[in-house]
């Protein structure tokens, strides 16, 4: 193929390091009496060799996402996030507040109200410019940090909340990559976007969300000298995760090939469990209908001969069914219903909720397992 051009220094020198072959988009449920075939498009990550930025290569999709319930391990991320920014002096009473927000939920606003922030509209800058998983649903990824970073006021904060790349090839996280999510950000790669814009990141907070999600705080350059900074330390988060950026080879097209080689693994070893499964007459329910089971269940070959059907708590995804197999979406009071033996959880983050939420599972003898480990 053509080198294509890159989302953010606009270079043509890459490598192209994971390709999950036509998939649907996984974000067109289409309804259960649509018989297919649904349309299918290249989707492909592609590695810049100049900025280190990994990417989407082409997304010929329109997103057209039913809204997903968010999350609790979401709202309760977002809180402890909003604490830890607070405890580091940035988020004083009374600033101006901008939220470039996710087309998944997650909003800090209401947080931010709470501390006396205020939020500001139609252009106008603000002291604390928010950006949670938003960034990466830019196909211009130059132009979009670019208008993040103009709405900065002078000695302003950007924050920027990312699921890092790094964690993606620590925990073989290959179903990251979706259409509609145009980059995958590692820490240096993001310090090099943002140094383009005059900006340079001065602290970062670690979460748990996703395997490893990332915070960062950016200021311009020219206010680094002024203020409560804050700046990190030589051996602060910052300089640990650009460390283990390093270490991890976030910039290596053969380190990142590896994803390859688990989404390989991945839907052999979930073919196999579930083909094992229904020989020993043992029903699998999924739950979750998540962007990031359509890619594992298509390389799986998975179909509702396998898995009768996925559980989701959205009400805007029932009746219909996921993308590119016939299995349909149902109802949580199917679990009671239908009684199954195992329930393969898409979402690991959601394991305590959803054991909480339908204890029925469990009592009736049934066990939740992890999609990604095949494990209880
Ligand atoms: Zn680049």
Redesign the pocket.
């Known amino acids: 193929m053509d080198e294509p051009a ?6 043509r020198i ?1 490598h192209l390091v994971l390709d999950l072959g036509e998939q649907p988009a996984c974000d067109y449920f289409p309804r259960c009496d649509d018989p297919g075939p649904d349309p299918v498009y290249p989707l492909q990550m592609w590695l ?6 990994a ?1 989407l290569v082409a997304d010929p999709t329109v997103p057209e996402e039913p809204r997903g319930a968010e999350p609790a391990a979401l709202v309760a991320q977002a809180a402890e996030a909003v604490d830890r920014v607070a405890a580091a002096g940035l988020l004083p009473d009374g600033h101006r507040v901008v939220e470039y927000g996710s087309p998944h939920g997650g909003s800090w606003l209401g947080l931010l109200a709470q501390r006396g922030l205020r939020p500001v509209h139609g252009g106008e800058p603000a002291e604390v410019v928010l950006d949670c998983f938003g960034l990466m649903h830019a196909a211009d990824q130059s132009a979009a940090l670019a208008d993040r970073t103009a709405r900065v006021a002078p000695g302003g904060v950007l924050l920027l909340q990312y699921h890092s790349l790094g964690t993606i090839i620590r925990c073989g996280q290959w179903n990251a990559l979706r259409h509609g999510h145009y980059a995958y950000y590692s820490t240096a ?1 993001l310090a ?1 976007m943002l140094a383009a814009t005059g900006f340079s990141p001065r602290m970062a907070w670690r979460f748990e969300l996703y395997g490893g999600t990332v915070l960062l705080a950016a200021r311009r350059e020219a206010d680094a000298a002024h203020g409560p900074d804050g700046a990190d330390g030589p051996d602060g988060p910052m300089r640990s995760l650009l460390a283990e950026d390093i270490r991890v080879g976030v910039r290596d097209p053969a380190v990142l090939g590896g994803l390859q080689r688990d989404a390989e693994a991945r839907a052999k070893g979930l073919r196999d469990w579930l083909v094992a499964e229904r020989s020993s007459g043992r029903t699998v329910l999924g739950y979750g209908a998540a962007s990031r089971a359509v890619a594992l269940l298509r390389w799986a070959g998975v179909d509702r001969s396998l898995m009768p059907a996925v559980v989701d708590a959205s009400p805007a995804k029932q009746g219909l069914r996921m993308p590119g197999t016939d299995i349909p979406v149902v109802g949580p009071a199917q679990l009671a219903a239908r009684k199954p033996d195992a329930v393969l959880l898409f979402v690991t983050d959601l394991l305590q909720e959803v054991r909480a939420a339908y204890p029925e599972v469990e009592a009736d003898g049934g066990r939740w397992v992890d999609a990604d480990a095949l494990r209880s």
């Open positions: 890159c989302r953010a220094c606009r270079g890459g810049c060799s100049l900025c280190g930025l990417q790669a090099t």
